[in-house]
Nanobody, 125 residues
Framework: VQLQAFGGGVAQPGSSLRLSCTAS????????VGWFRQAPGKQREFVAA????????PYSNSVKGRFTISRDNAKNTVYLQMNSLKPEDTAVYYC???????????????????WGQGTLVTVSS
């Protein structure tokens, strides 16, 4: 199983980016997918997740109302739409998948089995 996260880049504060997470060797349908990020000098933190059924989509307080996670099962892709970007959103963003992640563990990185390589998002004027 290989996950690939892409779509990062340099964005101005207040603008938007959309990250994509694709999988090879695994269908993301029925699998929990999470987005995490790690800023320089900081620990990796939870951003958003989509539960195995897609019905649960928790967000961290820092991105709630600005970021949206969604799925396109036909494309085997999970997206993270990031709006109203702030400099503090600067980080490497990782997607992760797990077939056995339960709802209460969606925000826990240790619950996931597979990780993408990360894509860098830089928010700067």
């Amino acid at each position: 199983v290989q996950l690939q996260a892409f779509g990062g880049g340099v964005a101005q504060p207040g603008s938007s980016l959309r990250l994509s997470c694709t999988a090879s060797g695994q269908t993301l349908r029925g699998v929990a997918v999470g987005w995490f990020r790690q800023a320089p000098g900081k620990q990796r933190e939870f951003v958003a997740a989509s539960s195995r059924t897609g019905s649960g989509t928790p967000y961290s307080n820092s991105v709630k109302g600005r970021f949206t996670i969604s799925r396109d099962n036909a494309k085997n892709t999970v997206y993270l739409q990031m709006n109203s970007l702030k400099p503090e959103d600067t980080a490497v963003y990782y997607c992760a998948s797990g077939a056995r992640v339960i709802t209460s563990s969606l925000s826990s990185d240790i619950a996931y089995d597979y990780w993408g390589q990360g894509t860098l998002v830089t928010v700067s004027s």
